[in-house]
């Protein structure tokens, strides 16, 4: 059908496609100068050369929350909206992290692959509760993790650019945080700040007993140092949802039975993906009819009383 035209900047499940094809002219690759909309996942980038490309644009929906590839100083320069789908998968995502703590701790992934294979004898595991856990970004993501963690945490500590009202320990730097920790979870956004953030002096303060579970983003760690300090024990463990280069997983990590992996599947569920679909569309719709934004994340100022818009 025709509609405004709408450029997909990475690829997005198909249910959503497909409802995005009922309301939209969809345009993929080299964009036509009349795009009113990008809609994208999280690791879309847009950047100032696209947007001299794209004169028309009025919207970006992000498909998730991340925004790290985005210039988003020249999208609100140019007063473009960008909204994401906040709330829809913070509790999924929260989820994650705890199923790659235990499974990480209790050897759920290298035990499962040991009976397939006929086998029954294991090596011990680790005991999960009463363990410190740091949790590294206090968002929407790492609280949720805060509220699944505290029942059974030895205790709860985290970090995040500002102390927050909650009753768990405030650390101001990471490096800090992960030698306070036995548990040093990853949930704040990627970008220059956070860019390569876990090197090897923070793994080393997290020690031979430290487990790093990363839900956020493959840029916060320096993989290098992780694939090194696993191979030679330098900590004990590590559950990842997010890599460097996905969908590249390096062979070390891959053939490691102390780290439990996941293809970037934190919102992953049915779900999730059906709320963070209809919170694209309702963003779009909104901003078509005129109507204030759902969730946005940049919504200039006129944006709301503009007419027709
Ligand atoms: P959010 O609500 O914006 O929370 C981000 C948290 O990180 C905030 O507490 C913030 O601190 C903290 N933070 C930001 N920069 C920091 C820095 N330089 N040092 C310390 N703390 C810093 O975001 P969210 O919704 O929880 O999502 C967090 C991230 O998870 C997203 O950006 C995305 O990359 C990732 N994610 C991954 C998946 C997945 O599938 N694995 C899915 C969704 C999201 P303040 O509160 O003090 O500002």
């Not at 847009?46 to 020249?74: S, T």
């Not at 839900?215 to 024990?233: N, P, W």
Request: hydrophobic share 50%; proline share 8%; glycine share 10%.
């Amino acid at each position: 059908m025709a509609g405004p035209d709408l450029l997909l900047a990475t690829p997005i499940p198909a249910p959503l496609r497909a409802a995005l094809a009922e309301r939209f002219t969809l345009h993929e690759g080299d964009p036509p100068p009349g795009i009113r909309a990008v809609v994208g996942g999280g690791a879309m980038k847009i950047d100032a050369a696209l947007l001299a490309r794209l004169p028309a644009l009025e919207i970006v929906a992000i498909h998730g929350v991340g925004h790290d590839r985005l210039d988003l100083d020249a999208l609100d320069a140019r007063g473009i909206c960008v909204t994401t789908t906040a709330g829809a998968l913070t509790e999924d995502v929260a989820d994650q992290a705890i199923a790659l703590m235990l499974a990480v701790q209790r050897r759920v992934a290298a035990n499962d692959a040991l009976v397939r294979g006929g086998g029954w004898a294991a090596p011990l595991g680790r005991r999960a509760s009463g363990r410190r856990i740091g949790i590294f970004g206090l968002g929407r993501i790492g609280h949720a993790i805060a509220l699944r963690a505290a029942p059974f945490a030895g205790a709860l500590l985290y970090c995040a650019r500002a102390e927050k009202p909650v009753p768990w320990h405030f650390v101001p730097d990471i490096a800090a945080l992960a030698e306070a920790s036995e548990v040093l979870i990853l949930a704040a956004p990627g970008g220059p700040e956070t860019d390569r953030i876990v090197d090897a002096g923070v793994l080393d303060r997290l020690g031979p007993d430290g487990v790093l579970i990363n839900i956020a983003r493959g840029s916060l760690v320096d993989q290098d140092a992780l694939i090194a300090a696993l191979a030679e024990q330098r900590i004990a463990g590590a559950g990842l949802d997010v890599f460097a280069q996905e969908p590249n997983v390096p062979e070390a990590l891959r053939t490691r039975d102390t780290v439990v992996l996941a293809p970037h599947q934190g919102s992953a569920t049915g779900e999730g993906r059906a709320e963070m679909r209809d919170l694209v569309l309702a963003n779009l719709d909104a901003h078509f009819a005129g109507r204030p934004l759902p969730t946005p994340l940049i919504r200039p100022v006129s944006h709301d009383a503009r007419p027709g818009r």
